[in-house]
């Protein structure tokens, strides 16, 4: 029996997934790694870590009983996206990586805009300049900290390092370029264009792969350090989102994804490069050659509910959907804005703030718990709806992510979507799509939509209400009003608050 394994390089740890041809889990192995924050908004991790973590999680996947007498044929990696590893001419790491929840980079994202223009940016990279994207890093890289700058010889992303280190090469993939706001997102290589306006080295840029190509086999110091054998094949992998979207079968158009973890995350398979004129949709690079994908992404939706659970009621979960579920849809007035971070799509407002609207002394805190459901279900359609906009089919939308376990959550999405929603059987992450990834680049599988349709298995329908239904589309046009609302008045909020 042949082993794949998935490898998903995550913020706060590595997951190791052991997978046979068929998708079944045969063992999975976790390893924590510290994150730094040296400054408020400021997000680090050391490379040094990573591959440790990387390396025990391996040791601890071959140690199974259930990996005995097998081989592993092939692995391929996931990670974290728009993290930026500097390497020098030795190939040693210049300094910790900025990961992409790092915020420093207003300036640089700022001189972007001017250097290049946004309607510019969206046609190249197919989105907009954010602080958590690579290139403003590189920016800040060459701004702050000249003398690492002039060391710098390969930039590339958190997985590719992993990469680097089991097989010696230096390289990158489409989802991961894509990422970068360096990379020509319809074209698939880097951009000439935006590299002159800013005067970046393409030297230092990686080759670039496709998501299912072999980068080599494992080195023998990697063997030794992993007990994996030489002859293990290492496939580039994925984006997480991308890898996360192959392991919910997102590959064919009409094929949509919510996702509701700690953030929302509503995401569909493009058949050809589309993008938002405004940039409140990200597109990106697919894992799947010469495809792609759009998404939505907002800061705040399990988020809002530990935040409901632990610091506003602190009850737990089971109490939340159960007293929830005795409010009708609609809350009765209760309408609640999930911007307890800002927000990205659509707003794109770090200033934004959480608001409970229509309360009045009739309301009981079931009312409240009712409205936190709806109101980041709310959010996630301001995604869906824009991706329709763009002419993007959705046949069927897929729910996953730790709200997908409920099934009041489950029902209120389905109700505010008007749409049946699935689940997916498998909940792996990320790291089961990067497992497949390593099938279809070993020739297990004869193309990733293969390696879904044998592994990606639909489980529990959930039908919308059509009464409910009904009652949340006259609801939905004031929850979008109420941000345009309160738009100035967050500006002034932020300047008043700002001081205390």
């Known amino acids: 029996m042949a082993v794949l394994l998935g490898i998903d390089l995550g913020t706060s740890g590595v997951k190791v997934l052991a997978i046979d041809e068929k998708g079944h889990t045969l063992a999975t192995a976790m390893e924590s790694y510290p994150l730094f924050q040296p400054k408020p908004g400021w997000s680090e991790q050391n490379p040094v870590d990573w591959w440790a973590g990387v390396k025990k999680a391996i040791q601890k996947i071959l140690s199974d009983p259930a990996l005995a007498n097998t081989d592993v044929e092939a692995l391929a990696l996931s990670g974290q996206m728009h993290g930026s590893v500097f390497l020098d001419d030795q190939n040693q790491v210049i300094r910790q990586p900025l990961l992409w929840n790092d915020t420093r980079t207003f300036p640089q994202c700022r001189s972007i805009n001017e250097k290049i223009g946004e309607d510019n940016l969206l046609k190249f990279a197919g989105n907009p300049a954010l602080e958590g994207f690579t290139l403003p890093k590189l920016l ?160 705040s939706a399990g988020l809002s509910m530990s935040w409901l659970k632990n610091d506003l009621l602190e009850t737990d979960y089971e109490t939340i959907n159960r007293e929830a579920s005795e409010a009708p849809a609609g809350s009765e007035g209760v309408l609640f804005l999930p911007y307890l971070s800002g927000e990205r799509t659509p707003h794109r407002d770090p200033k934004a703030r959480g608001v409970f609207f229509g309360l009045s002394g009739m309301h ?40 997908a376990k409920s099934e009041l959550w ?16 498998s909940d792996e992450g990320p790291a089961f799509g990067a497992a497949l990834l390593a099938g279809v680049g070993a020739g297990i599988y004869r193309s990733v939509e293969e390696a879904t349709d044998i592994t990606v298995h639909v489980g529990d329908m959930t039908r919308f209400d059509k009464e409910n239904s009904e009652r949340y589309a006259s609801i939905y046009p004031l929850f979008q009003s109420l941000y345009r609302t309160l738009k100035p008045e967050y500006e002034k909020a932020f300047q008043l608050y700002d001081n205390f």
Request: some cysteine; glycine content about 8%; charged content about 20%.
């Open 140 to 299: 800040w890289l060459r701004d702050q900290e000249p003398a690492h700058y002039e060391r710098l010889r390969t930039l590339f992303l958190p997985k590719d390092y992993i990469v680097f280190r089991l097989t010696g090469k230096l390289c990158t993939e489409v989802s991961d370029a894509a990422g970068t706001l360096l990379f020509d997102v319809k074209n698939r290589c880097w951009s000439k264009e935006i590299c002159e306006a800013l005067e970046v080295d393409t030297a230092i840029l990686p080759e670039v792969l496709e998501s299912i190509d072999v980068v080599g086999h494992l080195s023998h110091e990697a063997s030794h350090e992993t007990g994996l054998p030489t002859n293990v094949r290492v496939i580039a992998g994925g984006a997480d989102n991308a890898c996360s979207a192959v392991g919910n079968g997102i590959v064919r158009e009409g094929i949509v994804l919510a996702s509701i973890g700690s953030s929302g995350v509503v995401l569909a398979h493009a058949n050809e490069m589309r993008y938002d004129p405004q940039g409140r949709i990200h597109s990106f690079n697919h894992s799947m050659p010469h495809n792609w994908y759009l998404m939505g992404v907002m800061l």
């Open 364 to 403: 009981r805190p079931r009312h409240l718990m009712r409205s936190v459901f709806e109101g980041v279900s709310f959010g996630l359609k301001d995604s869906l709806e824009l991706i329709k906009s763009l002419g993007v089919e959705t046949h069927q939308i897929r729910v996953t992510g730790g709200g």
């Open 410 to 425: 489950r029902k209120i999405l389905a109700d505010i979507f008007s749409a049946d929603l699935y689940r997916v059987q």
